[in-house]
């Protein structure tokens, strides 16, 4: 290959590559180095023109007792969702995956959750929970269990969104399954039964491996998202009671909209960037050499 | 030939993106007085409230626009904005002055002032050598100007005003025996009632502790307290005081003690729906709620003033006019004429009727209009008349963190902490914040 050729080569890839790196600049790589300037000045409604402050919105964080709450609030919504509802995604996957009449049926019941609005999902949920005549209480009554106002609650509030969320996505996952179940090649399975193995096997051996790199995807789509809630809170809760329900990314909108406190904002979306870039490296690093390609 | 082409393609689609780009950002203002003959307004206003109150305001901008009032010569027409509720106005509005692109006027909580108050004129000016402005801002209620004027300066003018009012159900007052045209007046008939009024089911009282649960709670402070919350210039708060104290211990009470109100933290939007379900038989909430309540209940049900303990009194509520500095002097005046010709008692009083809002001026009640209305639906009278009793909302420098830290207390000690160390707390917390105004 000639030089010209090589140089030619390399123009018509960046050339095709431009329209997504110029979105790439402007809503990725701008925002997040703005954002990391933004950091390290004091701006609120007090001081109008930014001051330079080092170091001191971190140092204030670590202090923030409504950032730590936050913070823990939202690892333990990650691991309340991230593997639940990726495990049902999956358990519905299998299940659908069969032939039975009312397939096409129950994969449009399980999916239709994901095709929702958040908004609108949220108000569903925030009249299920209503005590007195919401949907769980009325079933849990028809139990014999007393009511309880699970949004109202401190010790119920972050459980109740967590729940909905595993309903609201699972489904999603599901469809990615779904596609990777049937990608499976039949002659894997057919060699392995004529092998004797049984059911548990086949799924252990040959389906679950072949089946990382969708768990993968779904994994981190679900941890991204368990770091993006906050249209839920914004209808349900506001991140109450007293902040049983806060989670980071509301925690920011807060700061930002409602008490216009830039430099606080900005110092918590770029812990929170790291702490996605963090997740997202462990979560490629320590699992690419159990993942299968096909 | 088809890789040229391939490549023109793709440099067409990159320029053309970033035009379109171009165009979009530069087109955010509507200055479109270029040839010196309109001055065209842009009006954010927010819509809080159920019901088609976006058609009531786009009747009311094409009325206007016909209207043809003159500023320098120049034919005034408005443009209005729909943003969302109060918080996604206040987002859009701080997004535009970020970008230097604010609105010519806006409609927004009263309350926002001092964070907003770097960016808006103050109204004098425009009042003072206007015989008409100086009589529509005395025929405005009292209780509805406080919240506008700091600094000896008016800020903003009244436009969807509200208080917190107490609704029943009269059904649910006969079947307990209890006379339906008497209410609970101070807070032990409260709990009398609310005892007699819960049953299997069925709740005596709810007051919402989220979203404007703050208000609602300022509401027992100042029944129970002569002086308000805050200090006149916004930069003091008292929220550990004995009165503060007892006002949120009743509230807890009511719960845990009295047994009269369902457990936990009752949201703000699914009050009301309780109240229409029949799931409480009395509630504490927004006079803008009186709209959504008539057109919903299928029984029939009463509004009163609030139950008094030392003094009967509420915070009044709602949203004001404010208009921005950064516009010409000639955009803020015509800006103030669609506000006076808004304001007018008959629109007010009409605005009042769609809405369950209070009417601002005290001339709307004698517009024929209104009084129609009134006799017809003599609930619409009870919030003006309890208007009386009314007292400026809080309203301080850092709001939102201030309302924040008044949410979180009144959510920790309804799920059960100590009343008393949790007001401490909050009142530590928001000196903290308040430091960097005095």
């Known amino acids: 290959m000639g030089r010209s050729k090589v140089i030619k080569v390399n123009l018509m890839a960046w050339i095709f590559l431009l329209p997504s790196l110029i979105f790439l600049i402007m809503f990725t790589l701008y925002p997040v180095i703005s954002t990391l300037i933004s950091s390290f000045y004091k701006s609120d409604l007090s001081t109008i023109e930014p001051l330079f402050v080092g170091f001191d919105n971190y140092q204030s964080m670590m202090e923030d007792e409504v950032f730590r709450k936050a913070f823990i609030n939202n690892i333990w919504f990650a691991i309340g969702t991230v593997p639940t509802s990726v495990l049902i995604g999956l358990l519905l996957a299998i299940l659908v995956n069969r032939t039975f009449i009312g397939k096409s049926l129950s994969r449009v019941f399980f999916f239709y959750p994901v095709v929702i609005p958040m908004v609108a999902a949220s108000f569903i949920w925030l009249f299920f929970y209503t005590p007195d005549y919401g949907m769980v209480n009325s079933i849990l009554k028809l139990f014999g269990f007393g009511e309880l106002n699970f949004l109202g609650n401190s010790d119920t509030a972050l459980l109740s969104i967590i729940i909905m969320v595993v309903w609201k996505e699972a489904g999603f996952f599901m469809i990615f399954y779904l596609a990777a179940l049937q990608n499976i090649p039949k002659d894997l399975l057919e060699a392995a039964r004529i092998d004797g193995a049984s059911k548990w096997r086949q799924f252990r051996s040959i389906v679950f491996p072949l089946l990382m790199p969708t768990t993968l995807f779904s994994a981190i789509i679900a941890t991204t998202n368990a770091f993006k809630t906050v249209d839920q809170l914004v209808v349900m809760t506001q991140g109450g009671p007293n902040n049983a329900s806060n989670l980071l990314l509301y925690y920011i909108y807060e700061n930002t909209f409602r008490f216009m406190d830039y430099g606080k904002a900005a110092t918590v979306t770029v812990i929170v960037l790291i702490i996605m870039v963090l997740i997202a490296a462990i979560q490629f690093f320590a699992t690419d050499k159990k993942i299968h390609y096909s | ?438």
């Open chain 2, 1 to 438: 030939m088809k890789r040229k082409l391939a490549l023109f393609s793709v440099i067409v689609l990159v320029f053309g993106i970033l035009a379109a780009c171009n165009n979009s950002s530069s087109e955010g203002t509507t200055n479109s007085n270029s040839n010196g003959e309109t001055i065209d307004l842009t009006w954010y206003y927010p819509v809080n409230v159920g019901g088609a109150v976006t058609e009531v305001i786009d009747k009311y901008a094409e009325d206007f626009n016909k209207e043809g009032i003159e500023v320098n010569g120049k034919k005034v027409t408005v443009t209005p904005v729909y943003s969302g509720n109060y918080d996604e106005t206040m987002t859009k509005v701080q997004t535009a002055i970020k970008n230097g692109k604010a609105p010519d006027l806006s409609v927004q909580l009263s309350v926002d002032l001092f964070q907003i108050k770097n960016s808006i004129v103050p109204l004098d000016d425009f009042i003072k050598n206007d015989p008409e402005a100086q009589e529509m801002v005395n025929d405005f209620f009292p209780g509805f100007m406080e919240n506008a004027q700091t600094e000896g300066k008016t800020w903003s003018i009244p436009f969807q005003r509200s208080t917190v009012i107490l609704y029943y159900n009269k059904d649910m007052f006969k079947e307990a025996g209890l006379d339906p045209e008497t209410t609970p007046t101070t807070w032990e008939e409260v709990i009398e009632y609310g005892k007699k009024l819960t049953k299997d089911g069925q709740w005596g009282i709810e007051l919402p502790a989220t979203v404007s649960g703050y208000w609602i709670y300022q509401a027992l402070y100042l029944q129970n307290s002569e002086n308000n919350m805050m200090s006149e210039d916004g930069k003091e708060v008292y929220l550990n005081t004995n009165e503060a104290k007892e006002a949120l211990q009743y509230w807890v009470d009511l719960i845990n003690e009295h047994k009269v109100m369902p457990e936990g933290v009752l949201d703000w939007s699914t009050v009301p729906t309780d109240f229409i379900e029949g799931k409480t038989a009395m509630m504490l909430t927004t006079t803008g709620n009186l709209t959504n309540v008539k057109n919903n209940a299928n029984f029939d049900f009463g509004v009163a003033f609030l139950p008094g303990n030392k003094r009967v009194a509420t915070p009044t509520g709602g949203g004001n006019f404010y208009i921005f500095k950064d516009t010409s002097e000639e955009r803020q005046q015509a800006s103030f004429e669609f506000i006076k010709w808004i304001t007018d008692p008959t629109r007010a009083a009409e605005w009042s009727i769609n809405t369950g809002y209070i009417a601002t001026r005290q001339s709307s009640y004698e517009t024929e209009v209104l009084q129609e209305y009134v006799q017809s639906f003599p609930q619409a009278k009870v919030a003006m008349e309890q208007l009386e009793y009314a007292n400026k909302e809080i309203s301080v420098y850092e709001q939102g963190k201030i309302q924040k830290i008044i949410h979180d207390a009144l959510q920790a000690a309804i799920n059960g902490a100590d009343v008393s160390e949790t007001l401490d707390k909050a009142q530590a917390d928001a000196e903290a914040i308040l430091k960097a105004y005095q």
